[in-house]
């Protein structure tokens, strides 16, 4: 199965087509929004997109790890990270889909 990655130039081409902005306004308005989305969870708040699902930012706490390769122990610092839960419809969607 192939699978294919969708960019921020497809997702502009498809605002271009579907939309009827100029291609400069297309990319414009995306960088709009990933920069909101981006904003907001840079500053601790979630981001809801209906039938879509919620990006949330949560901080994880220092750990010991270990490398798999050499089996050596090291601390893993403390750091945020983005974590998104897909909306009950999103996971319906993508279950009931014919692709796989």
């Known amino acids: ?3 294919k990655t969708l960019t921020r130039q497809d997702i502009s081409e498809a605002l271009y087509r579907q939309i ?3 291609k400069h306004e297309s990319a414009l308005m995306l960088e709009s929004v990933l920069k909101q989305i981006s ?3 840079i500053y ?3 981001v809801k997109l209906s039938s ?3 990006f949330y ?3 994880k706490r220092e750990r010991v790890g270990r490398n798999p390769k050499t089996g050596v122990t090291a601390t ?3 750091r945020r990270v983005i974590s998104f ?3 009950k419809l999103m996971k319906e969607r993508i279950n009931n889909s014919e692709k796989h």
């Open 76 to 78: 893993i610092n403390a």
């Open 1 to 3: 199965m192939d699978r």
């Open 44 to 46: 601790g708040e979630t």
């Open 20 to 22: 009827g902005l100029s």
């Open 52 to 54: 879509f699902g919620t």
């Open 57 to 59: 930012p949560r901080q």
């Open 85 to 87: 839960k897909p909306s």
């Open 39 to 41: 904003n907001s969870l």
